[in-house]
């Protein structure tokens, strides 16, 4: 019968998160101890926190390992803002240009009635 007393297989004698494990049965028959990876949290966009959709949860030294195409998105800002809020940004920057220029129209119109 296998022993059902188990033992950390890592230098860390504590239960933290870190040293997070669970139960397997080796082939020949012995339970041990297999310490199990913390999960990646998602990107989120930087303006109003949702996670990122196409870019993938990893933890950050994953992210070295990946190719350019799986980390982004093709879009102005991809992988760093979602697409609602870029296109609010979009479209701030066209109001205010377009309230630019009929800022000047009216400037110029004044002038015309002196």
Known sequence: MPSTRLTYRRRNPYNTRSNKVRVIKTPGGDLRYLHIKKRGSPPKCG???????????????????VSRPNKTVQRAYGGSRCANCVKDR?????LIEEQKIVKKVLKESQQKKR
């Open 47 to 65: 303006d109003c926190g949702i996670k990122l959709p196409g870019v993938p949860a990893l933890r950050p030294r994953q992210y070295a390992k």
């Open 90 to 94: 979009v479209v701030r920057a066209f």
